[in-house]
């Protein structure tokens, strides 16, 4: 009885992994930048490229929020965004969202969605995917056979988590190099 059990919930797990898979490829929840209005007395902020401290941090990404900058939404403590426009705006980061007056409660940006994948032929992650040359900044490569997860989409990019050099980082690399 026992390894009839066993074998059931075997053949249970091999039934429900292939439909959560397609599924998976085809459903990464879309990023929407909401437009801030800028502070007067405006602040600048380091950019995380993840939402805590230990996240890998670029010492000359910051945000300055008495210009115009962009949110993508807030997890836990921490939004996620960038300076300028929805239509055009530099390198995306995190910041401590408690510096940020006026912020809104939504979007929520827990991921939940998010599933790990392999990148399929050699990728670099980039922090601006809105620059006409989104690599000439922070770079970094993610090998083939490399394990991200793929937390959302934006446009032709994703928006992924892997570690390098020991560090998490949370970037963007072309769709095509899971897809």
């Known amino acids: 009885m026992r390894m009839f059990k066993l074998i059931l919930a075997m053949m249970l797990v091999c039934l429900l992994f292939p439909c959560a898979a397609l599924g998976e490829a085809i459903d990464a929840a879309a990023l929407c930048p909401i437009e801030m209005t800028p502070e007067a007395e405006g602040q600048i902020l380091d950019l995380y490229c993840g939402p805590t401290q230990g996240f890998y941090c670029h010492g000359e990404q910051t945000l300055d929020t008495g210009k115009p900058y962009v949110l993508f939404g807030q997890y836990d403590c921490w939004a996620m965004a960038a300076q300028g426009t929805k239509d055009s705006f530099g390198p995306v980061g995190w910041v401590?969202?408690?510096?940020?007056?006026?912020?809104?409660?939504?979007?929520?940006?827990?991921?939940e969605d998010g599933f790990a994948a392999m990148i399929e032929e050699t990728a670099q992650m980039t922090d601006n995917p809105m620059a006409d040359e989104p690599f000439a900044g922070w770079a970094a490569?993610?090998?083939?056979?490399?394990?991200?997860?793929?937390?959302?989409?934006?446009?032709?990019?994703?928006?992924?988590?892997?570690?390098?050099?020991?560090?998490?980082?949370?970037?963007?690399?072309?769709?095509?190099?899971?897809f």
């Open 141 to 178: 490569t993610l090998e083939q056979g490399t394990q991200v997860t793929v937390l959302a989409r934006l446009g032709d990019w994703l928006y992924v988590q892997a570690e390098t050099e020991g560090v998490p980082v949370r970037a963007f690399i072309p769709a095509k190099a899971i």
């Open 96 to 111: 401590e969202a408690g510096f940020i007056t006026d912020i809104p409660y939504e979007p929520q940006l827990g991921f």
